[in-house]
């Protein structure tokens, strides 16, 4: 089966840290752009972050610019999120996916990005 596992997720006070970690299963990661993305109830999936598997250049959203780092392991078939200096409006459900498209990481929305995992829950709460 093609998808993608997410893992990482938890319960973290505001200017916490987390990390998440996707690992990717029935194909080779390397091959693909993966991207970050985020659904909190009620609003639509966002795209949050992305790294192109040519040459490890990233996107990043405005709202995460500077605090959110993205970085892939191809041995390990895993791309992972650093999440640095949290506060509740990061709070979500967070998603990894495969580009569709090229060039990789051109536009970071959900339609153009598949293979989904189940998502792993992120809450920033004191």
């Known amino acids: 089966q093609v998808q993608f596992v997410e893992s990482g997720g938890g319960l973290v006070q505001p200017g916490g840290s987390l990390r998440l970690s996707c690992v990717a299963s029935g194909f080779t990661l390397g091959y693909y752009a993966v991207g970050w993305f985020r659904q909190a109830p009620g609003k639509e999936r966002e795209g949050v972050s992305c790294?192109?598997?040519?040459?490890?250049?990233?996107y990043y959203a405005d709202s995460v610019k500077g605090r959110f780092t993205i970085s892939r392991d191809n041995a390990k078939n895993t791309v992972y999120l650093q999440m640095d200096n949290l506060n509740p409006e990061d709070t979500a459900v967070y998603y990894c996916a495969k580009d569709l498209f090229l060039p990789p990481c051109t536009v970071v929305a959900a339609f153009r990005f598949g293979s989904w995992g189940q998502g792993t829950q992120v809450t920033v709460s004191s």
């Open positions: 790294i192109s598997n040519s040459d490890g250049s990233t």
